[in-house]
């Protein structure tokens, strides 16, 4: 198959690319600048152009932003839809955060209905912030719950806005899907924080991907005085997990029509810690002394079964997770004084 893959230069993308060449794919990426593009064709030597190559969109804010993305030679079958800003240091919510999101999700939309009627499905990474209803939470979350966020809400502070650029895009691609009734059928990917491996030629220890950020401050010692922060959500998956209910929500014709909330389960930070502490005895010293789980035992419930029925996943577990993501992290930057090497090896799915 040949697919259209946004965000190339991503946290969860990066494992996208990685999944979609295993399973035989060719793969186009979509990234904002060549020097991204070429870092990440170099890092996949002996990969011939014609299974993996790119195309620069360099603001998918911009009203026909994709126009030109989606038209091939070879036409695309599938779309997978990543790119969306997922950060909080923000000064302009709409700006900023809502209209990439919503603007970037249904700009590729027209733009495959308009110009890549070979494409047979298009998967949207969504998110359970389009899911989670914190002010009344349900007994269990399921992929029948909606986020109630209103658009007054969506710009009181950047982390409604986060949620509401998630809740408003997905509902904008379904919309469209069901009054455009394009040439393709839709699946959305609704995961909780992401945890994972890094891939580090992209990244700086300072410039890590937002879900990972957590980990990457407990590592360099940045909670040793502080002590942990409150952990937020609860619900976590490890990015592989991620990256594979994409490629495989493209493939399996029974994913169609269906948003998919892909989650491992619970977690916090004080489990996290835990498990760097048992596992990495030199980075014991950069840890808080109170590593004690904030986690309540009354959490709301979730019901992840359409996940592992549809697609097929199977969760790792939050020990393998971490310990892959701390080696990850050590292997993007030498911790000098620590003397690890850059060079650590992280098996991928
Ligand atoms: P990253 O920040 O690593 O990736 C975001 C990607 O979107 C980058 O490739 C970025 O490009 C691109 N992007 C952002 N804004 C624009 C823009 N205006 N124009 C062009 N490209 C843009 O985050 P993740 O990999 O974690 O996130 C990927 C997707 O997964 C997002 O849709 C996010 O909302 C969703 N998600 C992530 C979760 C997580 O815990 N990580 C949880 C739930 C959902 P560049 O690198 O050039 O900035």
Known sequence: MKVLLTGGSGFIAAHCVDILLKHDHDVVFTVRSDEKGQKILKNHPGTPSSKLSYVIVKDIAQENAFDEA????????????????????????????????????????????????????????????????????PEKYSEEHWNPITQEEAVQNPSNGYRASKTFAEKAAWDFVEKEKPNFQLSTINPPLVLGPVVHYLNSLDG??????????????????????????????????????????????????????????????????????KNFPDLVDKLPTNLDSDRPKDLFGYDNSRSKEVLGIKYNNLEETIKDTVKSLLAVVEIQQHGYQKSCHIDKD
């Open 208 to 277: 890590i991907n937002t879900s990972n950020e957590r980990i990457a401050n407990m590592i360099q010692g940045k909670c040793k005085e502080k002590g942990l922060p409150p952990t937020g959500t609860f619900l976590w998956v490890d990015v592989r997990d991620v990256a594979l209910a994409h490629v495989k929500a493209a493939e399996v014709p029974d994913a169609a029509g269906k948003r998919f909330f892909v989650t491992a389960g619970y977690m916090s930070n004080g489990e996290i810690a835990q498990i760097i502490k």
């Open 70 to 137: 989606v038209k091939s030679d070879l036409p695309f079958e599938a779309v997978l839809h990543t790119a969306s800003p997922f950060h909080f240091n923000v000064t302009d919510v709409k700006k900023d955060l809502l209209d990439p999101a919503i603007i970037g999700t249904t700009g590729i939309l027209k733009a495959v209905k308009k110009s890549a009627p070979s494409v047979k499905r298009v998967v949207v990474t969504s998110s359970f912030a389009s899911i989670i209803n914190p002010a009344k939470h």
